[in-house]
């Protein structure tokens, strides 16, 4: 058995006990990686093995000196490729970043650095982290894992596929609606997107600045409280970072759910939601409360709106936020121009790929002179009333639970063509990211086709713990396997 | 014919603050340094980078808006102004367009005829300023340096209340007065830390309606915009005259032809999208933030003319030139605090400053001699150590290189002579040399002695005590 | 709000977005913003008169720098990536004036 089949914790228990080196664990990874990238692809750069295992000596050396003692010391982790990594290149996936080599590192990764992370390589995403299915790539799509032939959904899809591929030990991602639960229900793994302003977004290379969030993608619960404990912190450099006191998320692991309440909305299990998809979490539902919550079906209303509040607001954000990609100071530079503005225009339409060009457009005209009103501040206000109707779920329950996505993966090339419907495949997702809510999506089930279904939970903001505490009772109960492939890749 | 047309004018004046760092990062504001030395990735738009306020840059803000008798936003907010240039790293400017930290003011300003005029001020808003484009001729390219990428800004923006361009000056000339004495900028037009848009239309006598403006840029001096106005002022109306019609349009005033251009591009759609910056938070300004700042506010220009006057008995002749210039105002306030002469320290700013000045082609913020060596001075002129041509010669050199008069007299023996022996024996020399000047004096050519007293002074190398020289003279000729 | 895309539009946010189509994805692009609009118009069935919009999720304001430079010479860092450098600066195509 690969130590990759270990979670981060257990491995980084084994690593603390001498029973393996961190040298060790890193050539695990790297030898995973090896044999299943060609199936997968879940990266757009591997780092050179021999410098991921300076860093793993280095890393060895630090918590035998006693100076390293967290629980994901020397666990060897994938990181999403739109969060800048100081001299590894950092691409957003997509060409018009080709080439560029941050000079800085983010605040989650230096988080991770600090707790003793080895990085192996940076993940496969769409591009600009816009899709749900890793196709949007430039550097090729990644592969669901489970069955090839499917997408491992996005857009943190690489992050996904690589731990269930047991490429690495954990992940990080990013979600700006729903791009760390969707793709971890896709691939089974285990994921969360924390309440807005819990990690640092500076050095996250930003898609919607108002809606991105950091978060882990791992194996279970118990490694995802502990990763999200050691990459939240409050940073003087992100305006909207938040002062926490409750960063404690591993002290909510606790097999007990009595008491606790559980809203069940009515309107996450009408049309358009999978069969399968909707029996798994009604029994995962079940499980929890014969452990003793209390559950309650009700109306939350506005879901459907959330959709197209989401879209607007956040292709308004990216249209500005991808605006610095002009091919002046970094990255893609077109080869032939004349003039300034036919360089710039080059340069955007050869280097961003045919969604980012699409949001792009979308955001530049809900944005512009005679629309901002009808457009953008309209999502403004209907983000308010979303985030009302939260307001008042959560005054009555702990927990919101429903389904991370209306189906299981779909198959490659099925989903980009119809940007609209594959726009509805976010109904469970992007409000929680209108709201700024914590979500966490875990496996609970398979479809008969062999592909994982996710079970989201959603919790007030800064109550994480409310839903860790519930992933893990209900995780408790299983016994599934944490990767498919350790046998079939 | 142009008569008939009345000139309706609005500023919009950029003022760059005085903060040590930039508005959103560290990054020191220093002028010079080699290209690109005062970036990081916040100032040069690097992907990732997040800005975070300068403090500072609030309160000055606050400062210039409660100085210029504004309302104070107590939510204000920054947006996004989205457009490309290179010079602007992320292709959008941080600015302030819904909810600008001040509205609604308005400072008075003085007409040629000595009446008085409130010009409105509409808002002042907070923004960075944008990196600066070197222009290679030879190679047809353009070099972008980000050091001045992030330098904070504010924009005050004028109601359309000014006629002429001595309107237009006399409002810079109080708004800079303002700033400076407020510490919140230094406004120097010709280095860019204060620059003027000129917003022009023309109607004719009498109308209600305001006529299509233009906006003009490039306005370098207090000239280039009073040129600049009369220029505009009848391009507009031979238009008008000729049927035609203006172009609401950004124009550029190049000064050495003495016409602008209209800046258009078909790659310019002018729609900047703003939109609330989503990763700034909204700033909340307080009552008591208010008072802090009200608090730490220095006496501005019009109260410092009173006081002049109440308190030192000036002229307000002399107290309206003092309170003009900042730096005059410290000199005279910080001279006279170690001399007690108000007036004589006044006297020297007005008469030998300026025309020293004048002389040196320099601006009185360039002054950089020490109050205390004019306080020495004075003190040496009145004390009669030295008489008034002296006095001049060492102001001359306390002005040139700031030396210590006192030292200065020593050590080249400037010390008037009041030994009356000793100025009794040159006198009775220059009386003897000199018979046919005696003789007009003694019958009736009264400006003669002055001759005399000249010959005096000359041989005792402008030393002597004049006074003396003149009791002397008389009581010898009076024998 | 329908049939609000049109060449011209097209052309607008092109200008807009710094954005070149090919007369292919220029089509393209119209039917799915024409599409996406109208699905974004879902949101008029909303009364949303007397909703502030709201920007940010939580009510935190005030956060601010103290102004203290750092004394840190940038130069080589922010050059690292230039797809074209001269004198120590980016070289862009000439711009007017």
Known sequence: MSLMSLTAVELGRKIKAKE????????????????????????????????????????????????????????????????????????????ILSGFIPTYTSEAVKNLESAGAVIVGKTNMDEFAMGSTTETSAYGVTKNPWNLEHVPGGSSGGSCAAVAAEECSYALGSDTGGSIRQPCSFCG????????????????????????????????????????????????????????????????????????????????????????????????????????????????????????????????????????????KYGYRTKDYEGL????????????????????????????????????????????????????????????????????????????????????????????????????????????????????????????????????????????QHSPLSDRL | MSKEYETVIGLEVHVELATKTKIFCSCSTEFGGAPNSHTCPVCTGMPGALPVLNRKVVEYAMAVGLATNCEITRNCKFDRKNYFYPDNPQNYQISQLYLPICRNGGIEIELEDGGKKTIGIHEIHMEEDAGKLVHDEAEDVSIVDFNR?????????????????????????????IIQYLGASDCKLQEGSMRADVNLSVRKEGE?????????????????????????????????????????????????????????????????????????????????????????????????LARYQREYGLPEY??????????????????????????????????????????????????????????KLVDLAEGGTVNSTVAKEVFEAVFTDDIDPEQYVKEKGLQTVNDEGALRSVIEEVVKNNPKSVEDYKNGKDKAIGFLVGQTMKAMKGKANPGMVNGILKEILSR | MANKINDETIEYVGILAKLELTEEEKEQAKKDMEEMLSYIDMLNELDVSGVEPMSHVFPVNNVFREDIPSEIDGREDTLKNAPSEKNGGFEVPKTIG
């Open chain 1, 20 to 95: 393996v080196s961190v040298q060790e664990a890193a050539q695990a990874a790297m030898d995973a990686i090896m044999a299943k990238e060609e199936s997968v692809n879940s990266f757009v750069t591997v780092l050179d093995e021999q410098e991921v295992l300076n860093r793993a000596g280095q890393v060895q050396k630090m918590i035998e000196e006693g100076t390293l003692n967290g629980p994901l010391a020397g666990v060897p982790v994938a990181v999403k490729d739109n969060m800048c990594t100081k001299g590894i290149p950092t691409t957003c996936s997509s060409k």
């Open chain 1, 189 to 328: 793994v285990t994921g969360i997107k924390p309440t807005y302003g819990t990690v640092s977004r500076y050095g996250l290379i930003a898609y919607g600045s108002s809606l991105d969030q950091i978060g882990p993608v791992a194996k279970d619960v118990t490694d995802c409280a502990a990763i999200l404990e050691a990459i939240s912190s409050y940073d003087k450099k992100d305006s909207t970072s938040m002062k926490r006191e409750d960063l404690d998320f591993t002290s909510a692991l606790k097999d007990d759910v009595k008491g606790m309440k559980i809203g069940i909305p009515k309107d996450y299990f009408g049309k358009g939601l999978d069969k399968q998809v909707e029996n798994a979490v009604s029994a995962a539902a079940k499980v929890l409360e014969d452990k003793g919550a209390f559950i309650e079906e009700f109306d939350l209303g506005l879901v459907e709106y959330a959709i197209p509040a989401y879209y607007v607001i956040a292709c308004a954000e990216a249209s500005s936020n991808l605006a610095r990609f002009d091919g002046v």
């Open chain 1, 341 to 480: 503005h036919n360089m710039y225009k080059k340069s955007r339409s050869e280097g961003f790929g045919t969604e980012v060009k699409r949001r792009i457009m979308l955001g530049s005209f809900v944005l512009s002179s005679g629309y901002y009103d009808a457009y953008y501040l309209r999502a403004l206000r209907t983000k308010a009333l979303i985030k009302k109707e939260f307001d008042k779920a959560f005054s009555k329950y702990d927990v919101i639970l429903g389904p991370a996505s209306p189906s299981t993966a779909p198959k490659l090339g099925s989903s980009l063509s119809d940007p609209v419907k594959m726009y509805l495949g976010d109904i469970y997702t992007v409000s929680v990211n209108l709201a700024g809510l914590p979500g966490i999506c875990l496996p609970c089930g398979m479809d008969d086709k062999g592909l994982p279904i996710g079970l989201q939970l959603i919790g007030d903001c800064f109550k994480e713990k409310n839903i860790i505490r519930m992933a893990y009772a209900y995780e408790c109960t299983k016994t599934y």
């Open chain 2, 149 to 177: 990428s992030g330098v904070p800004l504010i924009e005050i923006v004028s109601e359309p209340d000014m006629r002429s361009a001595q309107e237009v000056i006399a409002y810079l000339d109080k708004l800079r007065l």
């Open chain 2, 208 to 304: 209600a309606e305001f006529g299509t403006r233009t906006e003009m840029k490039n306005l370098n001096s207090f000239r280039a915009i009073a040129r600049a106005i009369e220029n505009e002022k009848n391009r507009q109306i031979d238009l008008i005259e000729s049927g035609e019609k203006v172009v609401q349009e950004t124009r550029r005033w190049d000064d050495n032809k003495e016409y602008s251009y209209a800046m258009r591009s078909k790659e310019d759609a002018k729609d900047y999208r703003y939109f609330p910056d989503p990763d700034l938070v909204p700033v909340f300004i307080s009552d008591e933030w208010i008072k802090e700042v009200k608090a730490r506010q220095p006496e501005l220009p019009t109260e410092k």
């Open chain 2, 318 to 375: 002399d107290a309206k030139i003092l309170t003009g210039e900042k730096k005059f105002a410290d000199i005279f306030e910080a001279a006279t605090e170690i001399c007690g002469k108000p007036k004589k320290v006044s006297n020297w700013l007005m008469v030998e400053t300026i025309r020293l000045l004048k002389e040196h082609d320099m601006d009185p913020a360039d002054i950089r001699f020490s109050p205390v060596h004019l306080a």
